[in-house]
C-alpha cells in the first residue's frame, strides 16, 4: 500500500497542442500533495496522466516517465486498466452510478470486474469503504436506497468510498471539493487527512486554504506562455511555498495578485 | 469608504407594473359568443352544417379575442392570444386524422372482433363464408416480426456501440452515411432484395416467413441504430470515466454501466422500430407470401400477417371480408399498443433511480 510516485520529464499532448510541459517530480507515499495553479494550466490534464486516464480521450500522447515505486506506468506490455486499479481518482463531480444502490456503488469495484466474494465479506468491504469515507453513520440504514439520492457532499463521500473499496496504493483528486458546501468540504477535509495514513494522496484545488490545511507538499503549476501548456513552476513544502516561496511568480499567485 | 452613489432611475420608473387585462373567462365567453352568432346566422340563412359552423366560429374567435385584446391589453399580448389560438386550432387539426382513423377502426372492427376471430384461421374458408379469422395472421405477425427484432436489436445495438464507443475517422462516417441511406429505402426495394437473394440461394417460389423477416430488418436496423446511438450518448461521459478509474477495462464498462444507464430510452427506441415494422406490407408479399393456413415454422413455407391478411381480405371485396379487414387491423393496433405499454413499464422498471 501507499507507493511513491516518480515523474521524469513528462510532456502531455492534445494532438499538436502540448498542454503539460517538461514536468518532473516526486510524489512521496503517505502524505498529501496539492497541485494548485490557475485554471487552464494543466494539473488536471497532468493528474490525469499519473494513472492514464487522459487515454480516453482520443488524441492524447504523453512522453516521459512515471515510476510507481519501481515499475514505469508507461513501460510496453504495461495494462492501463491495472494501472487505474492501484491508481484510483476522485473527480470533480460526485458522480455515483445512478443505476446502484449506496451499497452497490461502493462494491463497483469489485461488481463491475465481475470478481465473486462472499456475501458477508462484500458486506465488511462495504462497513470499511464507508467507515473510511466518514459516511457510514449517515447511509448504514439506507444502503439499498439510490446513490444518487444522497447530497452533494455525501455523493462525493460515496465516490471516495467506492475509490478506497478497490484498495488503491495511490487516490488522485480532481477538485474534489469544488462542487460542495463548506460544511461538506470540511468533512472531506478531514477525511483526507485520516486516509493519508495509509495512501499515497494527490489533490487539485483551487482554494488556498484548503492547500495549506490538507498537503505536507504543494506544486505550484503555471502557464509557460499566454496560449501555451502549462508548467510546473516550483514544488515543495506546504509551509515552504505558503511563507516563503522562491519563485516571485508562486508568491503573486499565492497572495492572490493574479489566476 | 466611498460614498454610494444613488442607482440609476430604472426605465419608465413611477410606471405602474400593473396593466389592464381581459378578465379570465374572456376567452371562453367569446368562444360561447362566436359559435352561438355564427349558428343563428347559418340557420337564418339555411346553411347549417358541422363543418362550416365550426370553421367560422374558430375565425370568428380569433378575430374577435384579438381585437379585444389588442384593444385593451395592447399589441404584445394581443399577438400572444392570436398565436395562442393558432396553436390550438393546429393541435386540434393533427388530432382529427388520428381520431377519425382509431374512431373508424374500431368502429368497423369490433364487428367481427371476437374470440371466435381471434381462434381460427382461414383455411378451408371460402372468401364470402361467414366465418373464419385471423388466428394465423396474428401468429404470422408474431413470428415474423420476432425474428426481425431478433436479428435487428443486436446488430443495430452492436452497430451504436461502435458508433458511440469505438467508431472513429472514416470507417464511423461511412456507417452513419450508409445508416442515413438505408433509413431511406422504400420497404418493397428491402422486399425485392430479400426476395432476390433467395432466389439466389433457394431457387424460385421459396416462400418463408423468415425472408420476410429478414426483409423486414433491412428497415429496421438503422432505425434502432439511430435511435440507441442517441441514446448511448446521453450517458454522461462522467460515468465512463468513474468506471474505468475503478480499474474496470472498457468492455464491461459498456456492458455494466454504459447500456444499464441507457437501456429505458434503448428499449423505448427498439419498440418505436417495432410499431413501424410490424405494419408493413409490401416487403412482405414478396417474401412471406400469403396463405390461409396456420404456420408457426418460419423456415418453410408460406407465411401470413397481419397488414398482409387485411390486403388480402380487401381485395377479395364483399361485406365479410370488409369486416375482416378491419377487424385484423384492429387487432394490429391493439398489439401496437400493447407493445408499447410493455415498453413503458420496462423503461420505468429500468430507469435510473434518484431516489428523491
Ligand atoms: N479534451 C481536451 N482536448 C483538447 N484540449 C484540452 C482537453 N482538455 C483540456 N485541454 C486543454 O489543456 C489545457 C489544460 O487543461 P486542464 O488540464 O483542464 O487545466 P486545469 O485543470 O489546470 O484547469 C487547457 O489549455 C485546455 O484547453
Ligand atoms: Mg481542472
Not at chain 1, 23 to 50: N, Q
Not at chain 1, 117 to 126: F, G, Q
Not at chain 2, 57 to 62: E, G, I, M, P, Y
Not at chain 2, 258 to 285: C, D, F, N, Q, Y
Amino acid at each position: 500500500m501507499a507507493k511513491r510516485i516518480d515523474v521524469s520529464g513528462l510532456n502531455v499532448y492534445y494532438g499538436a497542442f502540448r498542454a503539460v510541459e517538461d514536468v518532473s517530480m516526486t510524489i512521496e507515499p503517505r502524505s498529501v500533495t496539492a497541485f494548485i495553479g490557475p485554471s487552464g494550466c494543466g494539473k488536471s490534464t497532468y493528474l490525469r496522466a499519473l494513472n492514464r486516464m487522459h487515454e480516453v480521450i482520443p488524441g492524447t500522447r504523453v512522453e516521459g516517465k512515471v515510476l510507481l515505486d519501481d515499475q514505469d506506468i508507461y513501460a510496453a506490455n504495461v495494462d492501463p486498466v491495472a494501472v487505474r486499479g492501484q491508481i484510483g481518482m476522485v473527480f470533480q463531480r460526485p458522480n455515483p452510478f445512478p443505476t446502484m444502490s449506496i451499497y452497490d456503488n461502493v462494491i463497483a469495484g469489485v461488481r463491475l470486474n465481475g470478481r465473486r466474494m462472499p456475501k458477508a465479506e462484500l458486506d465488511a468491504l462495504v462497513e470499511r469503504a464507508l467507515r473510511g469515507a466518514n459516511l457510514w453513520n449517515e447511509v448504514k440504514d439506507r444502503l439499498n436506497r439510490p446513490g444518487a439520492g444522497l447530497s452533494g457532499g455525501q455523493q462525493q463521500r460515496l465516490c471516495i468510498a467506492r475509490a478506497i473499496a478497490v484498495r488503491p496504493d495511490v487516490l488522485l483528486m480532481d477538485e474534489p471539493c469544488s462542487a460542495l458546501d463548506p460544511i461538506s468540504t470540511l468533512a472531506i477535509e478531514d477525511l483526507i487527512a485520516e486516509l493519508k495514513t495509509e495512501y499515497t494522496i494527490v489533490i487539485v484545488t483551487h482554494n488556498m486554504q484548503q492547500a495549506a490545511r490538507v498537503s505536507e507538499t504543494t506544486a505550484f503549476f503555471n502557464l509557460s506562455a499566454p496560449g501555451k501548456g502549462g508548467m510546473l513552476v516550483e514544488m515543495g513544502d506546504t509551509n515552504k511555498i505558503f511563507t516563503n516561496p522562491d519563485k516571485k511568480d508562486t508568491e503573486n499567485y499565492i497572495t492572490g495578485r493574479f489566476g | 469608504m466611498s460614498t454610494l452613489t444613488t442607482p440609476p432611475a430604472a426605465p419608465g420608473a413611477g410606471v405602474s407594473l400593473l396593466s389592464r387585462s381581459l378578465p379570465r373567462w374572456a376567452p371562453a365567453a367569446t368562444l360561447a359568443g362566436s359559435a352561438a352568432v355564427v349558428a343563428a346566422v347559418l340557420v337564418a340563412v339555411g346553411a347549417f352544417g358541422l363543418a362550416q359552423w365550426t370553421v367560422l366560429s374558430v375565425l370568428l374567435f380569433a378575430v374577435t379575442i384579438t381585437a379585444a385584446s389588442a384593444s385593451v391589453e395592447g399589441g404584445r399580448r394581443a399577438k400572444d392570444r392570436l398565436v395562442t389560438t393558432l396553436v390550438y386550432v393546429c393541435f386540434g387539426l393533427a388530432m382529427i386524422p388520428l381520431v377519425s382513423v382509431l374512431w373508424t377502426t374500431v368502429q368497423n372492427g369490433v364487428l367481427r372482433l371476437d374470440p371466435y376471430f381471434l381462434q381460427t384461421s382461414m383455411r378451408n374458408v371460402l372468401a364470402r363464408d361467414d366465418a373464419g379469422g385471423a388466428y394465423h395472421a396474428i401468429m404470422g405477425t408474431l413470428i415474423v416480426t420476432g425474428w426481425a427484432t431478433v436479428i435487428s436489436v443486436p446488430v443495430g445495438l452492436m452497430t451504436a456501440i461502435y458508433l458511440v464507443e469505438y467508431g472513429r475517422g472514416r470507417l464511423a462516417q461511412a456507417i452513419t452515411f450508409f445508416v442515413d441511406v438505408m433509413t431511406g429505402i422504400p420497404s418493397i426495394v428491402a422486399g425485392l432484395f430479400i426476395a432476390a437473394l433467395w432466389l439466389q440461394l433457394f431457387g424460385a417460389g421459396n416462400f418463408m416467413g423468415f425472408a420476410g423477416s429478414c426483409a423486414l430488418s433491412v428497415l429496421m436496423i438503422p432505425v434502432v441504430v439511430r435511435s440507441s446511438e442517441e441514446m448511448l450518448k446521453l450517458v454522461p461521459n462522467e460515468l465512463r470515466e468513474a468506471s474505468y478509474a475503478l480499474g474496470v477495462p472498457k468492455w464491461r464498462t459498456i456492458v455494466k454501466v454504459v447500456l444499464p444507464t441507457s437501456i429505458a430510452g434503448v428499449t423505448t427506441g427498439v419498440m418505436i422500430a417495432i410499431a413501424r415494422i410490424i405494419g408493413e406490407t409490401a416487403p412482405l408479399l414478396v417474401t412471406a407470401g400469403f396463405t390461409d393456413s396456420i404456420n408457426f415454422n418460419a423456415f418453410d413455407s408460406r407465411m401470413i400477417t397481419l397488414p398482409v391478411y387485411v390486403y388480402r381480405q380487401i381485395s377479395q371485396g364483399g361485406q365479410i371480408p370488409f369486416e375482416r379487414a378491419w377487424a385484423a387491423a384492429l387487432t394490429l393496433i391493439v398489439i401496437v399498443m400493447a407493445l408499447n405499454l410493455l415498453a413503458r413499464l420496462v423503461s420505468r422498471i429500468f430507469a435510473p433511480r434518484t431516489g428523491r
